[in-house]
């Protein structure tokens, strides 16, 4: 099993590191072989031979954070780690003894060195011994392909290049638009909205890849949501601002999901995932050559299409189960977003304890919880392979593969089967404008099993130590859906962020909002485009264009 | 290794209760040379981990620290800054039923190893 050193994520070294490095290279790390001791669950200490309790040789302490010398392998606590650098000149880096990780003496800071994490990592593994179980999916994702989406500008064929926009007055960008209320519709107009200023898709429809003119579904008379999709972005992009009502779309839709064919309100998500659905099926059949989604070429998973990874560890001997899985968005708990239940909220009050800074829950209090590692029940034992029966085990998700888009939904609406009863948590979610999602990528989260490591794990670095065209993990927000109201008489609203100003979509009526509005919004369903799609949307945005409606007259709607 | 080498001279002999305290030192000192010999200080380790990510407070300190960092700016805190300034609130915030259980075993243990 490879282990590559990753470019993810390499500070720089201080310049003792520096020093050091020139001067031993990493023989000084090699020879701290034999004295890393592995532990099951990641951890590695060091063990000197015959001292059973490390001490501070300059006060004899044992129970402070000490550090190993490097060079001379004496150990000192931190308090007198200064000490033994001042006296010993070139001794700056050492070995924190309980974590196995670098530290300098003189910065007063830990250091870091993907060549030393190598060492340490390489003799955990070892120990381990992971095992990977790979899918299909995984095969297809190590094949190397480098799946890039090839967004073509809005100048397609439809479209006229003009210097100036004739219409001065309105100042909104292209593309804003207002949808009638078709009925408690409200929860497809706000995830319509985001979705047509979605970049990728935006620039796929608007290029003409899915012609209603040529679809071969609709000539047959075959429902199309596609080609309904079609009509609804020249629509919106037509220059006309009177609100659109994006009737067809929601026929065929309810031709699709009968039972959901009502003219009661519906869950905006629930309504997301089904058009993207629908769009795959659409699309994708022709262009999509595996089973699972993975490789699927259809828009809805090349904007959307991202990859999970989830382990499964026996607490017992530490070995690993890995499967993969593909996903179009993320669910999140809103409930325990800080770590812990509400009953431990009130255990803690009650002895006294400084009152848990019940901090206000975050998006990225959410992500944490999300790739939390979870300790299974002990009803829910799994066979361990390694030990050969049923033993206990922890799961950890993280995100292997992030996608173009990133959909993020917050689970506010929860339904209990046991009791029949639903209800919505109405409970304000903090979160950024910008989004690094480097955290909650695999090559983090496992790496984090192993302390603090710049590492890539069984080739997770792979993807993104790529040239430049592997995707960033930094993410900006381009459409939060919002709910407000009560479960069964709520209302959606969009908000929507072109060319760095902000707009509010409620149904039919548009205008421009403070950045604080939508701040302070409940957020239900939040919409990150990876930083390059914005910034080349932002270019494409600078271009006016004259509509159809001025040169080719549109015949319907 | 002869511990008694290592200790720095600093001690009034006449004060009876620094004697006391030496004795009080050696015991526990005894007390932990034990667990870590017998491997039941890993086990204490363990159990105490558990515990406190169980009970939230891992969750609790790792926000602590994004808020110190915050205050400071990322290119300004070092490791020890922020060991100084969370450590007091993490031994604070350590719930009594944690420390109980700890307790409980570390005395079972002291009477199973007849000490």
């Known amino acids: 099993m490879s282990a590559r050193i990753s470019f993810l994520k390499n500070p720089d070294p201080c310049n003792h590191l520096s020093d050091y490095k020139l001067r031993y290279g990493t023989d000084g790390y090699k020879s701290f072989n034999n004295l890393f001791r592995c532990f099951n669950d ?84 070892i120990g381990l011994g992971m095992s990977v179980k790979s899918g299909a999916a995984v095969v297809a994702v190590r094949s190397n392909k480098k799946r ?10 439809k479209f006229l290049v003009s210097p100036r926009d004739r219409r001065e007055k309105w100042t909104f960008p292209l593309g804003l638009r207002g949808l009638n209320n078709l009925g408690s519709t409200c929860f497809m107009n706000a995830v319509l909205q985001a979705l047509v200023h979605a970049p990728p898709l935006r620039n796929f429809w608007l290029s003409g890849q899915h012609n209603r003119d040529l679809c071969p579904r609709r000539t047959m008379g075959l429902l199309c949501l596609p080609c309904d999709l079609d009509v609804i972005f020249s629509a919106m992009f037509s220059g006309d601002r009177t609100p659109y009502s994006p009737a067809h779309l929601l026929y065929s839709w309810w031709q699709h999901s009968t039972n959901l064919a009502t003219y009661e309100q519906q869950d905006s998500h629930e309504f997301f995932i089904s058009l993207l659905d ?19 070429q259809c828009i809805t998973h090349k904007a959307f299409s991202g990859l999970l990874r989830s382990d499964v560890t026996c607490t017992t001997c530490g070995s690993t189960s890995t499967t993969y899985d593909p996903f179009i968005d993320i669910s999140l708990t809103l409930d325990s977003v800080n770590g812990f239940s509400p009953a431990d909220c009130r255990k803690n009050r009650y002895s006294g304890g400084p ?3 019940a ?34 085990s922890s799961k ?137 799609v914005i910034q080349k949307a932002h270019k494409e945005l600078s271009y006016q264009v004259i509509s159809m409606a001025d040169a080719f007259p549109f015949a319907d709607c | 290794m002869n511990h008694s080498v ?24 005894v007390i932990n040379i034990k667990l870590v010999e017998s491997g039941e200080k890993e086990n204490l380790m363990e159990l105490v981990r558990d515990r406190l990510v169980e009970c939230g407070w891992k969750d609790e300190m790792r926000i602590a620290c994004r808020e110190h960092v915050k205050k400071k700016g990322r290119k300004d805190v070092t490791v020890d800054e922020l060991i100084r300034v969370i450590t007091p609130k993490g031994r604070a915030s350590v719930p009594d039923s944690v420390k109980a259980e700890l307790l409980n075993r570390i005395q079972n243990f002291i009477v199973s190893a007849a000490l």
């Not at chain 1, 031979?49 to 550090?67: A, N």
């Not at chain 1, 769009?279 to 490789?295: A, F, P, T, V």
């Not at chain 1, 939390?372 to 206990?392: F, I, T, V």
């Open chain 1, 355 to 357: 009152s848990v800074n």
């Open chain 1, 396 to 532: 950890q998700m993280s995100i292997r593969r992030l996608p173009l888009l990133l959909c993020l939904h917050v689970k506010r609406f929860e339904h209990s089967l046991t009791r029949k009863t639903s209800r919505k948590i109405d409970s304000y979610l903090q979160y950024p404008f910008r989004l690094n999602m480097s955290p909650y990528l695999s090559s983090s989260i496992i790496g984090k099993r192993f302390g603090n490591r710049i590492f890539a794990f069984d080739g997770e670095g792979e993807y993104d130590s790529s040239s430049s065209s592997s995707p960033s993990a930094e993410f900006e927000i381009f459409a939060v859906v919002t709910h407000s109201g009560m479960l069964e008489s709520g209302h959606y609203v969009t908000y929507l962020r072109l060319k760095g100003l902000w707009y509010r979509c409620d149904d039919a009526w548009i205008n421009e909002v403070e950045e604080e509005v939508v701040r302070g919004c409940e957020c239900y369903m939040l919409f990150y485009a990876q930083e390059r």
């Open chain 2, 6 to 29: 290592n200790r720095s001279p600093t001690l009034d002999e006449d004060d009876a209760a620094d004697d006391f305290e030496k004795d009080e030192v050696t015991l526990r000192e």
């Open chain 1, 42 to 125: 990641g951890r590695i200490k060091i063990k000197l031979q015959g001292i059973d309790i490390p001490r501070c040789s300059y006060c004899s302490v044992y129970q402070k954070r000490l550090y190993i010398c490097l060079i001379c392998r004496s150990i000192s606590c931190s308090s007198h780690i200064l000490l033994h650098t001042q006296l010993n000149k070139g001794h700056d880096i050492a070995i924190d003894v309980e974590r196995s990780e670098l530290y300098c003496c003189a910065c007063i800071d830990q250091v870091y060195d993907s060549e030393f994490d190598e060492v340490v990592v390489s003799k955990q593994l």
């Open chain 1, 278 to 296: 629908r769009i795959h099926e659409n699309e994708g059949k022709s262009k999509c050559l595996y089973q699972d989604h993975e490789e699927c």
């Open chain 1, 148 to 157: 890039r989406l090839d967004s073509q500008l809005i100048i397609g064929s």
């Open chain 1, 359 to 392: 901090t206000m829950p975050t998006l990225s209090g959410c992500l944490d919880f999300f790739t939390r590692s979870e300790k299974l029940g002990p009803d829910q034992k799994l066979n361990c392979q390694s030990c050969g029966e049923k033993r206990e």
